[in-house]
């Protein structure tokens, strides 16, 4: 198994960090992993990290990075909002296509990395073999309305949620957000797990992907929560 340190420079001119795991008897195939929201290259219980070694043990690659104002990444997490989650993972795809070259590319989301995996395969179909998504949190919006709704409000108009401060604007770019919106455009295999105990993102968000997805399996965990 062969780790490498990846520095990528967004269209932000931050650097994202993170990790290309590989080995000398690779196939052609990368698994890119899309994290959830204050989360990290390495995830819930590091099951990134521990998938990434599960699919080194097949001899199949993957690239893990934290978006910009996440993780080890540079600028602040209320630096970041919807648009700059979907540049950022545009920028992560055309890495492996372009850098590492690979010509099979497998996008791996969780949580809110579901909802992102969704939207870049909408603009990027030709490009992705696959889909793999862990309880895709495709009601993001919802989500988030919650959380400034409840949320401390800091003098600069952004939230404190945890100690993690959000700026409104995150809120305003999920305005038009809709999952099902250019749906159609996915067309390639998608398998979505998700467990029946999930507080944050119930499983009837995981029914709903696979409903509206010709081309999709949905396995349903009995009483795993998220994560």
Not at 215 to 226: S, Y
């Amino acid at each position: 198994m062969k780790i490498e340190h990846i520095t990528l420079l967004n269209a932000f001119d931050a650097t994202l960090r993170g990790y290309f795991t590989t080995s000398d008897s690779a196939k052609d195939v990368c698994v890119l992993m899309l994290h959830g929201f204050t989360g990290n290259k390495t995830e819930t219980g590091g099951i990134f990290r521990t998938f990434s070694r599960l699919l080194v043990d097949n001899n199949i690659s993957s690239l893990r990075l934290d978006y910009m104002g996440n993780g080890e990444s540079d600028k602040e997490f209320c630096d970041f909002d919807w648009n700059t989650l979907k540049s950022d993972v545009l920028v992560m795809l055309e890495y492996v296509i372009d850098t590492l070259q690979f010509k099979k590319v497998i996008v791996l989301g969780f949580s809110m990395g579901g909802a992102l995996a969704l939207e870049l395969a909408k603009t990027k179909a030709d490009a992705i073999l696959g889909l793999l998504l862990w309880s895709p949190a495709v009601n993001i919006k919802e989500i988030m309305e919650r959380i400034f709704h409840s949320s401390p409000k800091l003098s600069n108009g952004n939230i404190d949620y945890l100690g993690w401060e959000i700026k409104r604007d995150f809120l305003e770019t999920l305005h038009d957000y809709a999952f099902s919106k250019d749906i159609k455009n996915v067309n390639m295999p998608c398998m979505v797990i998700h467990g029946t105990k999930d507080l944050p993102v119930p499983y009837v968000n995981g029914e709903s992907v696979a409903k509206n997805l010709e081309k999709c399996e949905l396995i349903l965990v009995k009483d795993a929560t998220h994560g």
